[in-house]
């Protein structure tokens, strides 16, 4: 059941945010931009620096193809502002901001990636309420990206998730299987409890030298609603099963 109120509670976050028509933020919305918001000082005037570059939404749609000929295509566009894409042109670094990567949304109606704040902050209060000890989730921020509209629209801002060093694909797999009892146990509560779908192996990341210890680096939220039956399933492929023994249903 908590997972329908959850995905409920996250469609209407969405919703609330995709229909404001104009560049008047209702109360909630300046609350959550401001609660969220990389706070002023060295750190915020070298993001500002970096992405007053960054390559709008607007533009992008119809230069998907790889044969594309005509500039300015979306390679260009990025690499000339010094982005580096590290998953289809959604997920980037700049080796000027070592601290953060960027997400920005795939679309400029679909709010999916702004509700990856809202997701981190549901899974964090949900860390403290169940006394979780192995479970982490990096810091995120909503940052307004400089010169454009208040508006909370994937146009106009991009999520900031502080970057950690990982295990490459191979090593994450087996620290995963190898993951104690204790771990398994909070990352099924975290699926049962704060609806926490996107569980396959890439976005559980097994910290190098922190024996134990996962962070959730993908929160994108999902805006439909599937049993945690299912996320759990997901997980558990990845499991040893002798750890697995004895972990109660869902
Ligand atoms: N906080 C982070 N620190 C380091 N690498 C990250 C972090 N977040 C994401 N990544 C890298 O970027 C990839 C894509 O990020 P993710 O949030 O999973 O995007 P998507 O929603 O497209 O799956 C991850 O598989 C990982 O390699
Ligand atoms: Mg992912």
Known sequence: MAYKIWSWAVVLLLSV??????????????????????????????????????????????????????????????????????????????????????????????????????MADKMRECIKKFQMQNIVIPQKYLYHLPGKPARIHNENYVVLSEKLALRNKEENLKALWHLPKQTVQELLTLIKECGYHDSHAYNIACLPNREGIVAIIDTEPQTHSVSPRVYRARLMQYLNPETCAGLGDL
């Open 17 to 118: 945010y995709s229909v404001t028509p104009s560049a008047t933020l209702s109360e909630e919305e300046a609350s959550f931009i401001t609660k969220h918001a990389l706070p002023d000082g060295p750190l915020k005037d070298k993001v500002d620096k970096v992405m007053a570059d960054f390559p709008p939404l607007h533009g992008m749609h119809g230069i998907n193809r790889e044969h594309d000929a005509f500039p300015p295509t979306k390679y260009t566009l990025f690499h000339q502002a010094g982005f580096v894409p590290l998953k289809e042109f959604r997920v980037f670094v700049h080796y000027d901001l070592p601290e953060f990567l960027i997400k920005r949304g795939r679309t400029s109606s679909d709010l999916k990636n702004i509700g990856r704040i809202y």
